[in-house]
Structure formats: C-alpha cells, structure tokens
C-alpha cells in the first residue's frame, strides 16, 4: 500500500500525469501497430520483410531448395524448447528493430555469433540423420569427420541464401508487398484535404 501511496502523484498534477501516460501508452500501441510487431510471433517467412533490407535474404531463400518447406525460423530460431524460441526471437528481434528504426543496419546482412550458433545447431537438427545414413561421398560420416570445427555454410555456400549479398545483389527480385498502416479512415481524410 505504501508504494502506491508513494507513486500517486500530487493533486495538482494528477490531470498532466494521466495525460502523459495516455500519450506514451497511445504512442506505444501505435507504435507495435505500425511496426506489424504481432506478425513477429508468427512463422510466416514474409514477416522477415517487413524491414525491406531483408529482401534479398527472402529473395535468396524463397528460390533455394529450402523455400519449398523450411521457414526462416527453422534455420535462424532455436528449436529446442518453446521458451528459448520465444526468448531468442525478442532479443534478436528487438535488436533488429532498434537498427532498422536507428537507421543502422549494413547494408550487407551478417550473422553474429550468436545466430551462427543456432544456426548450426539447427542445420545438424534437420541433416543430421541424412548424414549419418548417407555419409559424404559414400564415406561414413565417422571416417570423414564432417562438420568438424567448420560451421555448415563454410563448405555448403549457395545453402540457402548464396554467396553475393547486399540490397543490390537481387535488385528484381520479386517479394511480398507490405500492406499500407495507414487506416482506411486516415486515407480517406488526407483525400478530402487533397482535393
């Protein structure tokens, strides 16, 4: 009881700090609302290009051998248990978020460390078992020793996003359109101003 007391402001300024806080709090909503924040919690590989640097990874992807039935968050998410998934999705995502509203991000995608980690894990998750049964070139996979000390992509390059990188490496390429945040309403008012 006592920290509420605490927190309650002086009379006199109970109307601006209850303005204030309808503002941050409108702000925020507007904020998630604008940035498509929901459709992050999502497995939709069209979400990774609500930031339009991600469209040559999506273009690379969608025409590699993975864009017939691997999402992005079945390389780039852990897939261990619900809880890592959803921990490493905020803290990369907010990450992302902050460059891109920033106006930081390379114009060149690079995995850190930690995503190379997850994405190697990954990478054995799903191909583990193939190697183990098929082996590298009729070898068991014992006697070559694949995958030692080298990270999958060292060797298996063009898997899945190829080696060129950077916004002009697929300047046509085609990828889904973001829809307008902008409400119906608020489009049709700035019509009536502009007529």
């Known amino acids: 009881m006592k920290l509420l007391t605490f927190l309650k402001p002086p009379s006199q300024w109970i109307i601006l700090v209850t303005v204030l806080i309808g503002i941050i709090a409108g702000l ?3 904020s998630i609302y604008l940035s498509n ?3 992050y919690l999502s497995d939709k590989p069209e979400t990774c290009v609500n930031c339009h640097v991600m469209m040559p990874e999506y273009a690379t992807w969608r025409h590699s051998s993975h864009g017939r039935s691997v999402t992005c968050n ?3 998410v852990p897939n261990t248990n619900p809880i890592a998934r959803l921990a490493f999705k905020v803290k990369d995502g907010l990450g992302h ?3 891109f509203t920033l106006r930081t ?4 995608i690079r995995m850190r460390d930690p995503g190379k980690k997850v994405v190697q894990e990954n990478c054995k998750r799903c191909h583990g078992t193939l190697n183990r049964e098929v082996g590298l070139l009729g070898v068991s996979l014992e006697e070559a020793n694949h995958g ?3 990270l999958c992509w060292q060797c298996h390059r063009e898997v899945p996003h190829g080696t ?3 916004l002009s490496s697929t300047p046509n390429a085609r990828v889904p359109l973001l829809g307008s945040p902008v409400p119906e309403w608020l489009k049709k008012q700035q019509k009536k101003i502009n007529q």
């Not at 991000?105 to 060149?108: A, F, K, L, T």
């Open 148 to 150: 030692e000390s080298k």
């Open 37 to 39: 924040a929901v459709s």
């Open 105 to 108: 991000e390379p114009q060149v």
């Open 74 to 76: 079945d390389c780039h």
């Open 97 to 99: 978020a902050t460059a």
């Open 164 to 166: 060129v990188k950077g």
């Open 28 to 30: 925020s909503i507007y």
